[in-house]
């Protein structure tokens, strides 16, 4: 529209220019790590992949206005910095350093003058994130039968096995296995009788993908587990000698190279999922047994050993059960014997003393979450000589189910992740 100014109680003249109402929202989706932004204008902010800094305007006018969102609900990974460019931000120069580092959050920016300079009119934080949805089924896959296999087994959603499917990928045991991507999982490295740092993705469906080349030093009898928001981490481990580096995956499966660790080199930990986009990884042993445990943050980091609960053990393997909480079980103890107590793990990722055994006592086992708030421990050797098909069930409560007939081959050293949101 257009027409002459009434009411011009300021004294001002002039013609109403047509303009749009409310913000204009730039469709393009900012991905690069740095951008320079215009008042008027709204910004999607994605931080997936990097940190990103957000260069406002070099001059301004009182009124003009900025708003900035977390597009992919990662600014509490990659944050968000603001270079005022010469104007001020809340009365202090440019100097200052103003960041933004949680997830989900949105600013509106609004310039008032030069003391002031531009103010944060709302920061407000969008607190109810998507549930995603839980994982219903599991998947067995490689291990030990005297020689290496790449056989899988599938987990229903009612916790039954289902019988061998053939095999694909290179034929291993000792690797290890994790939910990403949030639907999907993924075994990675091990040993053929030579230690390998190949991968293989398997998805929705169950079906596991051929080998992806390896990424990061050759390892086996290492940890993996979900954290974050669709994340996994590979760490510890063998690689001719003990080991805690990390390798990260990223949601569309990707193994980052090695990063350095935390924590006392250290094999044979079990590893799972507890609270809200934390995991635990624990027992283990390093010259000998161990309970210490490693607790792994939302952003994929390894804190400093932590003393743990329940009897020193090693291939004391683990799964995420219930709301936020996981259960290691079975494994060998310092004396060399089989066992098959259970440590619960609460939301907090303190691990409970020990449960007395159920089912029959074995090592190099695997677990996983399955049926929603359920897990499985399954496999497993008694005497690390013969093999066993044997599986236990571990209810919403944490409570560890008595042996149940073995389905498929029997075999030891192998892995096991969730998959699939539908039943």
């Known amino acids: 529209m257009s027409g002459t100014i009434g009411s011009n109680i300021l004294s001002h003249s002039g013609t109403v220019a047509e303009t749009a109402a409310g913000l204009n929202w730039v469709s393009t989706v900012v991905t690069a790590s740095t951008v320079t932004v215009e008042s008027g204008n709204g910004y999607w902010i994605n931080t997936t992949s990097n940190a990103c800094t957000i260069t406002l305007p070099a001059s301004a006018e009182a009124g003009d206005n900025i708003v900035i969102v977390d597009f992919a609900r990662t600014w509490g990974t990659n944050s968000v910095t603001l270079d005022s460019n010469g104007l001020n931000f809340q009365g202090n120069d440019d100097t200052y350093t103003v960041e933004y580092t949680t997830s989900g959050q949105s600013v509106n920016l609004v310039y008032s003058d030069s003391t002031k300079g531009w103010i944060p009119l709302e920061d407000d934080v969008v607190a109810e994130e998507p549930v995603a949805p839980a994982i219903q089924r599991g998947i067995f896959a490689f291990g030990y039968t005297g020689s290496y296999t790449n056989i899988s087994n599938l987990v229903g959603s009612n916790g039954v096995i289902g019988s061998d499917v053939t095999g694909v990928g290179t034929a291993r045991g000792f690797m290890a296995a994790a939910t990403y991507g949030g639907d999907k999982a993924i075994f990675g490295f091990g040993t053929t009788g030579s230690l390998t740092g190949v991968t293989n993705l398997v998805n929705s469906s169950g079906v596991v993908a051929s080998d992806t080349s390896a990424v990061g030093t050759a390892k086996a009898d290492l940890s993996a587990t979900g954290y974050g928001d669709n994340l996994a981490i590979f760490a510890f481990g063998n690689t001719g000698s003990m080991s805690n580096s990390r390798n990260l995956v990223n949601s569309s499966g990707v193994v980052a190279s090695d990063a350095t660790g935390a924590g006392t080199a250290t094999q044979r930990k079990g590893a799972a999922r507890y609270g809200t986009g934390t995991a635990i990884i624990a027992f283990g042993e390093n010259g000998g047994k161990t309970s210490k445990k490693n607790l792994v943050s939302n952003t994929g980091v390894i804190a400093s050993d932590a003393t743990g ?35 619960l793990v609460n939301s907090s990722g303190a691990i409970a003393s020990d449960v007395s055994a159920v089912g029959t006592a074995r090592n190099f086992i695997a677990a996983t979450n399955y049926g929603g708030d359920k897990a499985i421990f399954a496999y497993g050797t008694p005497n690390n000589s013969s093999n066993l098909s044997t599986s236990n069930l571990v209810n919403s409560s944490g409570v560890v189910g008595s042996d149940v007939s073995g389905v498929g081959t029997a075999r030891w050293a192998l892995s096991a992740a969730g998959y699939s949101f539908s039943a």
């Open 309 to 343: 609960g329940g009897t020193a053990l090693t291939s004391h393997m683990a799964a995420q059960y219930g709301t936020g909480t996981a259960i290691f079980a079975f494994g060998q103890n310092a004396a060399g014997n089989m066992v098959g107590t259970s440590n």
